[in-house]
């Protein structure tokens, strides 16, 4: 069992930033970062590599959203900058065992985000 924990959600204005952060109770193959807006479909956001660290990030964050990690805390972290409106939407880690790909394994509870015009 792996145990996933986010924090840093809140409400920023458009063009502003915020750091999320996901707390691993052990580590695995990889992180990821997903999103889901209401009424709409979640969206793979970005991934990290606990070993080499190794990132992908989806289209529309590539640029503006950096993950990263620190090994020795088990947490993974996601800067967001030059955030906008469509940004907004319960974000979620999740666990992935083995392997690089688009199905995880273990979830996260999310933490909120939301940009403001």
């Known amino acids: 069992q792996v145990y996933l924990v986010e924090s840093g959600g809140g409400l920023v204005q458009s063009g502003g930033s915020l750091r999320l952060s996901c707390a691993a109770s052990v580590r695995t193959f990889s992180i990821g970062w997903f999103r889901q807006a209401p009424g709409q479909a979640r969206e793979f956001v970005a991934a990290?590599?606990?070993?080499?660290?190794?990132?992908e990030y989806g289209d529309s964050v590539e640029g503006r959203f950096t993950i990263s990690r620190d090994n020795a805390n088990n947490t993974v972290y996601l800067e967001m900058n030059s955030l906008k409106p469509e940004d907004t939407a319960i974000y979620y880690c999740?666990?992935?065992?083995?392997?690089?790909?688009?199905?995880?394994?273990?979830w996260g509870q999310g933490t909120q985000v939301t940009v403001s015009s």
């Open positions: 999740a666990a992935r065992l083995a392997g690089w790909g688009l199905k995880y394994d273990y």
């Open positions: 990290i590599t606990w070993t080499g660290g190794r990132t």
